[in-house]
C-alpha cells in the first residue's frame, strides 16, 4: 500500500488558525476569571453580614476640673484674679466635669458577651454599647487584661443577640484580604478593607503578637474587629503606627488566639490567671552560644533565678532552657508566651543546657499575676577582698567591690562582684553596652569576687578553647549576660 500525500488548502489553514485563536482567547478569559475570583469584587455582602454584631462604644468618665494643663502665674501677680476668673467663668469653679470617648467592639455571643479594648473603657463610669439597629444598652466590665489590651463587657438584652465568632488567627497569612470595622472618628459603622501585611508583630507587651495590617484604621478604631474573608474575627483592632495621628496604612489588630485565651479565663474568673515559671532570662545571641559550647544559637538564657517554682525545681543562673512542656523554645519571646499559655499549677518537663549537657526538671507553675511584686532574692557570697586592688582587662578597668564602691552604687550589703569603674569607648565590651558602675557577679558561670578569680576564669576559657568568657552583669539589681572576647586579651 503506498503512501499518499494530503495537501490541505489554504482557507482550510486560515480556518484552522481561526479556531485555535479563538481556543487561546476563551483559555486566557478563564485564567482572568479565575484570578478575579480570588480577589473580591466587593465586601458588601460580608459588611451586611457582621455589621449586627459591631458595635460603638461610648465611655464617659467624671474628672476633676483642675486636672487639665493651666497657666502658671506666680502668687500674688496682677493676672492671678484674672486667670482665676477664667477658669471658674460659669460658676463651676472646681466642680467636676464628665468626659466622654469614643471606641468600638463586638458582640460574640447571642447572650450579649462583648469583646473592645482595655484602654477604651478603662476608668469610665459608664459604658453605653450602641447597635447597628440603633439600640443602646448599658454594659458592665467583666473582667480587663492590661497586658493584652482586652476588656471584656456584658449586656442585659430582651433577645438574643447577632453575633460573630472567632478564627485562627495562626492561619492567616501575608496577603490575605482583611475587613476593619468600626466607630473611626465618631462616623459610625465604618468598614475599611486591606490585606495581612505582616504576622506576630510585637510593639511593647510581653505577650504582643499583633496581626499587622494596610486597612484604614483611626482613633474610635480600638477593639473593633478584623475579620477575613469568611466573616470570623482573627484580631482586635489596637493601635496604629504614624507620625500624625491618622491611618498612613500601618494598623495592629491583637491576633484572636491570643484573645480567645483571654476571653476565656475572663469569663470564668474576672480576671487572667497565667503560668509563672520564676526566672529572669535573655536571648541567646551567637557569642554567648559560642561561649557556653551551644551547637546553635537559640533557648532563653536565665540570668537570675529567685524564689520560686524554678528556684524549687533546681534550675540555676546560666541555665539555658531549650525546651518547655515538649515543644522547643526558640527565644525568651517564644518561652513567656508558652509559660503564660500553661494552666497555673501544672507541672511541666523543662529541658535545660547545663555545663556541656542537657538537663530535665520538672518544675510545677506558679501563677504570674501572684508574683507580678515579687522581689528577686539576694545573691548569696562573702565579703573577700583578694588579689589585685584593681586590673585592666576585657576592655575594663576592674575593682573588686568593697563598702565605700557598695555604698557608691548603692548595693545591697550582700551583694559580691567585680565593679567596672573604667570602659574603654574602643572595646568591644562598650559595644556591648557595658558602662561604669555594672557589676561582674559571674564569670564562665562561676562567681568571681576577686581579681584572681577573674582571671582564673578567662584562663580556664582559654584552656578549653573558647573565644569567649560569658559574664554575669548586674545594673541597678537586674541582672543581663554579656560574652567578651578573650583570644586577645593579655
Do not use: C
Not at 493651666?70 to 477658669?87: H, Q
Not at 450579649?112 to 454599647?129: C, K, L, P, Y
Amino acid at each position: 500500500m503506498t503512501a499518499q500525500s494530503v495537501s490541505i488548502p489554504k482557507y482550510h489553514l486560515a480556518a484552522l488558525r481561526t479556531v485555535w485563536l479563538a481556543a487561546l482567547t476563551m483559555a486566557l478569559l478563564i485564567a482572568q476569571t479565575l484570578v478575579a475570583q480570588a480577589r473580591p469584587e466587593s465586601f458588601a455582602d460580608l459588611a451586611d453580614r457582621v455589621s449586627p454584631a459591631v458595635v460603638n462604644i461610648t465611655t464617659s468618665t467624671v474628672v476633676a476640673q483642675g486636672t487639665g494643663p493651666s497657666p502658671i502665674v506666680p502668687e500674688g501677680s496682677p493676672f492671678e484674679d484674672f486667670f482665676r476668673e477664667f477658669r471658674d467663668r460659669g460658676g463651676d469653679g472646681d466642680r467636676p466635669r464628665r468626659t466622654s470617648a469614643l471606641g468600638s467592639g463586638f458582640v460574640i455571643s447571642e447572650d450579649g458577651f462583648v469583646v473592645t479594648n482595655n484602654h477604651v473603657i478603662e476608668s469610665a463610669d459608664e459604658i453605653i454599647v450602641e447597635f447597628f439597629s440603633g439600640k443602646e444598652l448599658v454594659a458592665e466590665v467583666i473582667g480587663t487584661d492590661p497586658k493584652t489590651d482586652i476588656a471584656l463587657l456584658k449586656v442585659e438584652a430582651d433577645e438574643p443577640l447577632p453575633f460573630v465568632s472567632f478564627g485562627d488567627s495562626d492561619t492567616a497569612r501575608v496577603g490575605d484580604w482583611v475587613m476593619a470595622m468600626g466607630n473611626p472618628l465618631g462616623q459610625e459603622f465604618s468598614a475599611s478593607a486591606g490585606i495581612v501585611s505582616a504576622r506576630n508583630r510585637a510593639l511593647s507587651g510581653t505577650y504582643d503578637d499583633y496581626i499587622q495590617t494596610d486597612a484604614a484604621i483611626n482613633r474610635g478604631n480600638s477593639g473593633g474587629p478584623l475579620f477575613n474573608m469568611d466573616a470570623e474575627v482573627i484580631g482586635v483592632n489596637t493601635a496604629i503606627l504614624s507620625p500624625t495621628g491618622g491611618s498612613i496604612g500601618i494598623g495592629f489588630s491583637m491576633a484572636s488566639n491570643v484573645v480567645t485565651r483571654v476571653i476565656d479565663q475572663l469569663k470564668e474568673y474576672g480576671e487572667t490567671r497565667r503560668g509563672w515559671l520564676g526566672v529572669r532570662i535573655q536571648d541567646v545571641t551567637e557569642d554567648v552560644a559560642e561561649a557556653m559550647g551551644l551547637d546553635e544559637v537559640r533557648g532563653a538564657l536565665v540570668t537570675d533565678v529567685p524564689e520560686g517554682p524554678a528556684a524549687e525545681a533546681g534550675m540555676e543562673s546560666g541555665d539555658v532552657i531549650l525546651n518547655f512542656d515538649g515543644k522547643p523554645v526558640e527565644d525568651t519571646r517564644g518561652l513567656v508566651r508558652q509559660v503564660g499559655n500553661t494552666d497555673v499549677g501544672k507541672t511541666v518537663r523543662v529541658v535545660v543546657f547545663r555545663d556541656g549537657q542537657t538537663q530535665t526538671l520538672k518544675v510545677t507553675l506558679g501563677r504570674r499575676e501572684v508574683a507580678e511584686g515579687a522581689v528577686p532574692a539576694a545573691q548569696p557570697g562573702g565579703d573577700e577582698d583578694a588579689g589585685p586592688a584593681s586590673a585592666e582587662m576585657l576592655g575594663l578597668t576592674l575593682e573588686p567591690l568593697n563598702d565605700e564602691l557598695r555604698a557608691q552604687l548603692e548595693l545591697d550589703g550582700d551583694a559580691q562582684g567585680l565593679v567596672v569603674t573604667d570602659v574603654d569607648n574602643l572595646s568591644e565590651a562598650y559595644e556591648k553596652g557595658m558602662r561604669a558602675g555594672d557589676l561582674i557577679a559571674e564569670a564562665g558561670q562561676e562567681q568571681v569576687t576577686s581579681i584572681t578569680d577573674l582571671q582564673d576564669r578567662v584562663a580556664a576559657a582559654k584552656e578549653a578553647g573558647r573565644k569567649s568568657i560569658l559574664l554575669l552583669i548586674r545594673r541597678g539589681g537586674d541582672p543581663r549576660f554579656v560574652a567578651l572576647p578573650i583570644d586577645s586579651d593579655e
